[in-house]
């Protein structure tokens, strides 16, 4: 059965996540260290960018029985991450697990794997990340893990993580206190908009990120 409509309480869950909506997921990465960006082989098949808190699932590889099961019980509001084994001759996702995920309020998935019926997921414009795509469908035996840590794109990804994802790929801030992430994204982006303004002006990149002092040290 479908859900109903989110409640008053469930959009303002929703509402904690509309700060970061327009951060990139480059942006993000660069904030934490620049541990926190998936494998560039995690691309953007379609929709547009997803922002939301993780809710990790692990999959036995080719399997789509356990991404079926943890729609029941994925918050409203979130990005489903997948540690599908990075298998990519076998898709684990498809249209129907789409149409599942729009009914459950999933606004997203992250597929460490394959994915298939990309014309029909394209049409609903869901956002959606995975390592390729293969008409094989999936097996159905589960396994797995549910709503606890997994690894997705060589990055830990637990519960209510921070996911970006955007034309660049993935990024995931995992283990830090939003508030003072949301500060350091701030403070990172307007630095780039200060090289931007200088270097449009005239001024070469060497010059405004400091490269050529360190040369002409380098040559004295």
């Known amino acids: 059965m479908a859900r109903q409509k989110m409640t008053p309480l469930e959009d303002g869950v929703a509402n904690q996540w509309s700060r970061w909506r327009d951060i990139p997921a480059s942006i993000l990465s660069d904030s934490v260290g620049r541990f926190g960006a998936m494998a560039g082989a995690m691309r953007s098949l379609t929709g547009q960018r997803v922002v939301g808190p993780a809710f990790p699932v692990r999959t036995m590889p080719g399997d789509s029985r356990t991404l079926h099961v943890s729609l029941l019980s994925a918050p409203p509001g ?17 249209e129907v697990l789409t149409h599942s995920a729009r009914a459950a309020h999933v606004i997203g998935a992250v597929i460490d794997g394959a994915v298939r019926d990309i014309a029909g997921i394209r049409a609903m414009n869901f956002p959606l990340f995975a390592l390729g795509t293969a008409p094989a469908g999936p097996h159905k035996a589960g396994g797995g893990t549910i709503g606890e840590p997994i690894s997705c794109g060589g990055v830990i990804v637990a519960p209510g993580d921070l996911v970006i994802g955007d034309d660049d790929g993935v990024a995931v801030a995992h283990g830090v206190d939003l508030d003072d992430l949301y500060h350091s994204v701030n403070q990172r982006m307007e630095l780039e908009r200060g090289w931007i303004t200088r270097i449009s002006g005239g001024e070469p990149s060497a010059v405004v990120l400091g490269f050529a002092e360190a040369s002409a040290e380098k040559e004295r």
């Open 78 to 94: 979130s990005v489903l991450v997948v540690d599908a084994g990075g298998l990519v001759d076998r898709a684990v996702w498809g």
